[in-house]
């Protein structure tokens, strides 16, 4: 398994992150809205029934919901197929700056190398082709960490999880974690990474968000709920939140008509003081 570090971390003092200030910042609960969606690479087909990739109709359905957090699902990112005008698109960073976020990607694999057939080292990180997950942020992230999680006989695709650490106005330190789990086989094996120490820190409230792949009562989900509590779930997709450290506020599921294949599953949750 290959751990990659991205190299366009967003770094920001804290008095940008809070305007200026932390007064009267304690005193207020940290309360989140969290979105997680499978855009499927942003395949969406116009009248023409031609490919777009145009990020524009996915920044209208996702702004406003004026989301804390959003977690992307089947990123295809500088791809071929993707370019304008022969040249390659940051589609996460171009998706991230109509919302007004901060945009991080996860690297999971090359699309070049999708079949696994050749060492991942032949092929460069960051540069072009690359398939995985990303996290859009209204704060800016601090750290993240891209890993490629098991990948067993039997499963499809390599697949990744993202890890992001992000300080919010309240002060308090959080994670929010992207992952894609297989949809033919292996998720037990990538559910036991998803509650290692390489995905949390039990001493930081963590927000764990994706295409699971796997029904609620699915072996994989239970492996997660010994660590997470499931705050929402429509079809395969998940939000889950650390126990002990979140409350629900409210959840409801946006449809997404000829966007993807996904519906937007969203949540408010607020962080439990202790």
């Given amino acids: 398994m290959k751990t990659y570090i991205c190299p366009y971390i967003v770094l920001a003092f804290l008095a940008v992150l809070l305007g200026g200030s932390f007064s009267n910042a304690n005193a207020q609960n940290t309360r989140l809205k969290v979105i997680t969606f499978n855009v499927k690479s942003f395949e969406m087909v116009d009248m023409s029934n031609q490919v777009l990739f145009d990020v524009t109709p996915f ?65 460069t990180y960051c540069m072009n082709e690359l398939y ?7 704060y800016p992230i601090l750290s993240s960490q891209a890993m490629q999680l098991p990948r067993p006989t039997g499963s499809a695709d390599q697949r990744g999880v993202l890890v992001t650490e992000v300080v919010m106005p309240t002060g308090e330190m959080i994670r929010v974690v992207a992952t894609h789990l297989d949809h033919i ?12 120490d390489k995905v949390i820190n ?8 994706g ?9 994989a989900m239970e492996t997660v709920k010994t660590k997470f509590d499931i705050i929402s779930n429509t079809w395969v997709d998940y939000i889950f ?16 008509g000829n966007l993807s294949d996904h519906n937007a599953m969203i949540s408010e949750i607020e962080l439990i003081k202790k």
């Fill in 59 to 123: 920044a209208d359905f996702l702004r406003d919901e004026n989301a804390d957090f959003i977690i992307l699902n089947e990123m295809e990112n500088r791809s071929s197929r993707q370019q304008r005008d022969g040249k390659y698109r940051d589609v996460v960073q171009e998706l991230a700056e109509k919302l007004g976020m901060f945009g991080i990607f996860g690297y999971a694999y090359n699309l070049g190398n999708k079949t696994g057939d050749n060492p991942e080292e032949n092929y």
């Fill in 132 to 138: 995985g997950n990303a996290i859009l942020s209204k």
């Fill in 185 to 196: 086989g292996g998720q037990d094996e990538q559910a036991q990474l998803l509650i290692s």
């Fill in 202 to 209: 039990d001493n930081v409230p963590t927000i764990l968000a």
């Fill in 211 to 219: 295409d699971m792949n796997s029904s609620p009562s699915s072996s």
């Fill in 241 to 256: 939140a650390s126990k002990g450290d979140w409350k629900k506020i409210s959840e409801y599921v946006k449809q997404s």
